[in-house]
């Protein structure tokens, strides 16, 4: 989707909502200050920790809850105070929400005999919709008769029946095991992509986030911290909390020996590299850079910084070191473990890095 084919669907104006705290005299701000666009058929993901304010953001939207201040505005026209059921919305929820006396085909009929649909439309709405999610031949099953990835399909396929504007998704992987997450991942992922259909997706799992997502907004303690595409985000977190949060990250003085039009030269670890600069700094200063695990790299070189490494795990697709360096401990992956590079815990190692990916991050 490129910029000028962008078109806002959905806008968050100045979004405040406040609860009441334990005393009940005073009230706990979950969402504060919240302005933001979606944009028609792109997959946006509220990405944060528990307490961050996405899930209250998610309910906002689909009304659910109602701001204490600010608007909500979908193809510029107010809903701010409209009930869910007049949004043109469909929520997938996290505990799937099924009936459980109801068959399959009934659970995703429900929407649209509630609207009273004709017997023969609401039919081939759901026939299409279980064909398009993998459930045809379920039909007359129970939820008490579906594996936990089927049951997610059904409650996936009651939303899209409904036609709705936006999907909104509530964590809903969260209660599958690993190994079925990794399937409803790249199920919801290529139905979105093949429908074209906007959704808005919670959770606080960084990998979802980055598998799924047109673009992530990362919350932290009611605010937006950065939106941006998973690249953007993890490549150039623009806070520490964003790049701590976001996959792992090494956090490493620098001194700051030059700067110019945008850009600075560091010292790391006893390299002079070069950076792009995003923000003002002094001259001779210490500053923060990030490094990704991945960046770093193990080499028997005494000409390099040396360091002793105290835990070595091997996770089949990569070795993840961490290795003491002076006052700090790195982290740094080897993601071509052949057995004969796998060094020992207690060896001392020199560290390199790529220039490329160092960081600068704010104080």
Do not use: W
Not at 126 to 139: F, K, M, N
């Amino acid at each position: 989707m490129n910029e000028q084919s962008k078109q806002v669907l959905l806008k968050l104006v100045d979004i405040v909502k406040e609860f009441p705290d334990r005393s009940g005299h005073g009230a706990v701000r979950a969402v504060d200050d919240v302005s933001l666009d979606i944009y028609d058929g792109e997959f946006l993901t509220l990405l944060g920790p528990s307490g961050c304010g996405k899930t209250t953001t998610l309910r906002l939207i689909a009304g659910f809850e109602i701001p204490n201040l600010g608007k909500i505005l979908l193809e510029e026209r107010d809903i701010t105070q409209q009930p869910p059921n007049k949004r043109d919305m469909a929520l997938v929820f996290q505990n799937y929400a099924l009936f459980p006396h109801m068959s399959v085909y009934d659970n995703v009929a429900y929407g649209l005999q509630s609207q009273k649909m004709p017997r023969a439309q609401v039919k081939d709405k759901v026939t299409t919709s279980l064909s398009i999610i993998g459930l045809a031949g379920l039909e007359g099953r129970r939820p008490n008769q579906l594996s936990g990835g089927q049951q997610q399909r059904v409650a996936l396929a009651r939303s899209l029946v409904m036609e709705p504007r936006i999907l909104l998704f509530d964590e809903p992987l969260s209660n599958l095991d690993a190994k079925l997450r990794v399937q409803m991942r790249s199920e919801i992922h290529r139905l979105q992509r093949s429908l074209g259909i906007t959704s808005i997706y919670v959770t606080h799992d960084q990998v979802e986030a980055m598998a799924l997502s047109d673009r992530i907004v990362v919350m932290n303690k009611g605010k937006i911290e950065q939106i941006g595409t998973p690249e953007e985000i993890y490549r150039y977190p623009k806070t520490r909390f964003v790049a701590d949060f976001i996959g792992r990250a090494n956090f490493l003085p620098a001194t700051v020996s030059s700067t110019q039009n945008g850009s600075a030269s560091l010292t790391v670890m006893g390299k002079q590299i070069d950076t792009r600069a995003p923000f003002e700094i002094e001259v001779g200063t210490v500053v923060t850079v990030m490094l990704r695990p991945e960046a770093l790299t193990l080499r028997v070189d005494a000409s390099l910084p040396q360091g002793v490494i105290e835990q070595a795990m091997y996770l089949g697709t990569e070795i993840e070191y961490m290795v003491r360096l002076d006052d700090i401990v790195i982290t740094i992956v080897d993601n071509d473990p052949r057995k004969q590079h796998m060094f020992a815990e207690g060896e001392t190692i020199g560290i390199d890095f790529i220039p490329e990916a160092v960081h600068l991050l704010p104080d």
